[in-house]
């Protein structure tokens, strides 16, 4: 499992975990070799096709003949924080953008969370995907109200497989660094792991 913190990109071969995802977006681009995902944090379509550039450069880091081994593309939101339910097509231009970036010309897939999110202001929630699943895209889409979730242990490592994205001031350009963020492990509130998360299902953006 690898969490990801605001603006970071990592990899993990089977799962990916997005904490507090609001008006952010959860891309996530499955290959052979596993799963790559961006937490976007909500700004302009130039900046999300540069952080996707920067996406691109350490997937290819990673699995440099990706592109032959694709298998999915997907997105995440979080009910209106990000997009009105008529403002997809806004949401499908997004992940065109990252879509050229990663050279990736499959079909797209999305989930809009909008159930279970009532009684949490703010409508903030922890998403959480797996590789596997018996119909295309082959992967699994969970998510709990993050407000019924907590952090517990020590902080995990920063590594390789994690990078923080951010713009440099000299050069007004995105570039990768070390995680600023600390991460630590997610479980249900008053259990000993994640406990239920409610399935999501997705649908063709393209």
């Known amino acids: 499992m690898q969490y990801l913190g605001t603006n970071e990109i990592g990899f ?3 799962s990916l975990g997005f904490p ?3 008006t952010c977006m959860a891309i996530v681009y499955g290959s052979n070799a596993g799963l790559f995902g961006l937490h976007d944090a909500f700004g302009n379509l130039t900046q999300l096709t540069a952080k996707a550039g920067l996406l691109a450069t350490f997937v290819q880091s990673k699995a440099f003949n990706h592109a032959a081994l694709k298998n999915f593309l997907i997105s995440v939101i979080v009910k209106n924080e990000r997009w009105d339910p ?11 953008a ?3 970036r990663l050279h990736y010309d499959g079909p797209i897939w999305g989930a809009r969370i909008t159930g279970h999110m009532e009684a949490d202001q703010g409508h903030a929630a922890y998403i959480r995907v797996d590789v596997g699943g018996a119909f295309e895209p082959r992967c699994k889409v969970r998510y709990k109200r993050q407000s019924k979730m907590e952090v ?13 994205i951010a713009k440099d001031p000299a050069t007004q350009q995105y570039e990768t660094r ?29």
């Open 152 to 164: 517990h242990g020590d902080v995990i490592p920063a590594s390789a497989e994690r990078r923080y």
């Open 20 to 22: 507090s995802v609001k």
């Open 98 to 100: 990252v879509a050229a």
């Open 178 to 206: 070390d995680p600023e963020e600390d991460i630590k492990k997610l479980r249900r509130i008053g259990k000993l792991d994640e406990g239920h998360l409610v399935s999501l299902p997705l649908h063709k953006l393209r």
């Open 12 to 14: 993990d071969p089977k």
């Open 86 to 96: 008529d403002d997809d097509n806004r949401w499908r231009d997004e992940l065109v």
